[in-house]
Each structure stands twice: as C-alpha cells, then as structure tokens.
C-alpha cells in the first residue's frame, strides 16, 4: 500500500487548505483511513479519522468544527479540509491506513499500518 499526500503549503492565519491522500490500494473501502501531524522534537498527534464509508468521523479537539475528514472510495482518497488556520496548526500532515477493522475511526497511530511520506503546512502568524 502506497499513500501519498498534498495540498500542502504556506498560508495566512484563518486561511483554509485541502489535502488529499491517495492510495494505490485495489480495496480502498476496505481501509479505515486517518490523518496525523508531527512538529519537529514531538510525538505524532491525531488529527482525524474516517471510517470505511465514511459514515463514522473522528476529530481532535484542538480541530473540530475546524477541519473535516472525507474520501472518495472510487478514486481512493482520503481528503482534509482545514479552515480558520492558526500558526499551531503547523506541522508535517500524514495520512495513515488501517486495514484491521474498516468500521472504526482509530486515534492511536500504533493502530494503523501504512503511511504516506507527509506533506508540510505552515501557517503565518
């Protein structure tokens, strides 16, 4: 399984962003999917979670009513929406896969199997 990522880039503080991920995966659906962010001398941090049909959502606190998960099974993608952007929003973004159990939105990024190479977003104060 490949994912990879983008959308990244600069922008202003309460800016939007979209970033995609795609997977060269036959049984996208078969995936829970996930995005995660590392800053540089920190732990991985959750961002959002989708589950296979995206009927199940799962934010972090410090995103929700801010960024929205989604994907698209048939061109197998996983996508980020990212609103009123703040300079702590700053990271390196990565989406994840997790085959195991499809109907779940895993937190955890011990619980998710394959990653992208990351993409990075920098927000201006």
């Known amino acids: 399984v490949q994912l990879v990522e983008s959308g990244g880039g600069l922008v202003q503080g309460g800016g939007s962003l979209r970033l995609s991920c795609a997977a060269s995966?036959?049984?996208?659906?078969?995936?829970?999917m996930g995005w995660f962010r590392q800053v540089p001398g920190k732990e991985r941090e959750f961002v959002a979670s989708?589950?296979?049909?995206?009927?199940?959502?799962y934010y972090a606190d410090s995103v929700k009513g801010r960024f929205t998960i989604s994907r698209d099974n048939a061109k197998n993608s996983v996508y980020l929406q990212m609103h009123s952007l703040k300079p702590e929003d700053t990271a390196v973004y990565y989406c994840?896969?997790?085959?195991?159990?499809?109907?779940?939105?895993?937190?955890?990024?011990?619980?998710?199997?394959?990653w992208g190479q990351g993409t990075q977003v920098t927000v201006s104060s």
């Open positions: 994840a896969a997790d085959p195991k159990a499809p109907w779940r939105t895993p937190s955890w990024a011990s619980e998710y199997d394959y």
């Open positions: 995966v036959r049984t996208f659906s078969t995936y829970a």
């Open positions: 989708i589950s296979w049909n995206g009927g199940s959502t």
